[in-house]
């Protein structure tokens, strides 16, 4: 196991870290569903079909998975996934996490890619803003670039006034958030990755964290 010195400043990926996408993507994908009278299902079946990490276009490819992409289409599926409301919970094993992390005094970043718009609504609807000290917006620097670039990583040390070796990233896309940290010279976790890095889950991350030695079997 790799050993970190007990770090103070958490930063967090959001989609598929502290909650799975997947229930954002449902919500979304049931509206456009009803809205358009189609079959219950097909977006969902489509889009575990696509290799998400990789896909430019995530709404796109799901609507040509389904045969039924256009423009039209394309831009109302866009407009509900930035603007629905309703709500969805974060799993308990996120708030028992987060939860712990402030019991010990640390100071808890999320550190988000895509749409702002976008991601600002999934904050809104997980309730999780009260959960952290600060959400960082990668896209929302005015320059375009987001995680994996080291410039992302640094401005929220530069928020807290944090060096790199008291901070710890924690994300499920291992170029994105464990590459793009430790290109910072942040020592980055792989939520449901492998290796030296790798933890299965969040409850999992607290050793590396906390050096709380009791807590790595």
């Not at 401005?155 to 170029?175: E, K, R, W």
């Not at 958030?177 to 889950?201: P, R, T, Y």
């Amino acid at each position: 196991m790799t050993h970190f010195a007990k770090k103070h400043l958490i930063i967090c990926d959001l989609d598929d870290t502290l909650y799975d996408e997947s229930h954002y993507f449902s919500i979304v994908f049931e509206a456009f569903e009803i809205a358009k009278q189609v079959q219950s299902g097909s977006l969902m079946h489509s889009y575990l079909l696509i290799e998400r990490k990789k896909s430019a276009d995530i709404l796109k490819d799901v609507l040509m998975g389904c045969g039924l992409f256009c423009t039209s289409n394309h831009n109302f599926l866009f407009d509900i996934y930035t603007n629905i409301k309703r709500a969805i919970s974060l799993p308990q094993a996120t708030l028992l996490f987060l939860h712990r992390l402030k019991k010990e005094g640390c100071t808890i970043a999320v550190l988000t890619n895509g749409v702002v718009k976008v991601q600002q609504n999934k904050v809104t609807l997980l309730g999780i803003e009260p959960l952290c000290d600060k959400i960082f917006y990668a896209r929302d620097n005015h320059q375009g670039y987001e995680k994996p670039d080291p410039r992302c990583f640094q401005f929220v040390l530069d928020t807290f006034q944090c060096c790199a070796s008291d901070a710890i990233v924690i994300g499920d896309h291992y170029d994105n958030d464990v590459k793009g940290g430790q290109s910072c010279g942040i020592d980055s976790l792989w939520l449901g990755g492998f290796g030296a890095v790798g933890i299965a889950k969040l409850a999992d991350a607290l050793p590396y964290i906390l050096d709380t030695k009791n807590e790595k079997n």
